[in-house]
């Protein structure tokens, strides 16, 4: 499971990078997860469908990064926490470094906490937890 795990999150970086770069394959993108998921943020908890409309949101979601100035997305370390045979949680440490003509090069550090499942040695991601990244961006001025 750990090594599926690290294999998922290291195409989930790789894919950001495309995606960051303008050359995303959304339907590659899609792959990282299940075909139903839940997340949860200080926003609320919803629910959602690996369908074209996640593919559209996600795409929306690239431009906007790359629009407020992201430049790189990496992953610090991954801490992999089994909770049985199928599931873990991956609770990934994430850089996001900025940079725009008004805007220094401005690194933020956070982290996210993933849901994954091993299904026929493939990991997915079913879930996700994460921060209130608005605030964190307003508070170093991305936003």
């Not at 499971?1 to 960051?20: G, H, N, V």
């Not at 303008?22 to 899609?30: I, L, N, S, T």
């Not at 929306?60 to 045979?85: C, K, L, S």
């Not at 470094?97 to 996210?112: C, K």
Request: net charge negative; charged share 25%; aromatic share 10%.
């Amino acid at each position: 499971m750990e090594t599926e795990t690290r294999k998922l999150f290291e195409r989930y970086e790789r894919l950001f990078r495309q995606a960051l770069a303008g050359e995303a394959d959304m339907d590659e993108v899609a792959s990282l997860y299940a075909s139903d998921f839940i997340a949860a943020s200080p926003a609320g908890v919803m629910s959602g469908r690996n369908d074209q409309q996640l593919r559209d949101v996600m795409a929306r979601g690239y431009a906007h990064y790359r629009d407020i100035g992201t430049r790189q997305m990496r992953i610090r370390d991954i801490r992999i926490a089994p909770i049985d045979g199928l599931h873990c949680t991956a609770s990934v440490a994430w850089t996001a470094v900025y940079a725009r003509a008004d805007l220094a090069e401005t690194a933020i550090d956070f982290e996210v906490h993933y849901l994954v499942q091993v299904r026929q040695g493939e990991a997915k991601v079913f879930g996700w937890v994460s921060g209130d990244e608005q605030a964190l961006l307003k508070r170093y001025g991305v936003v």
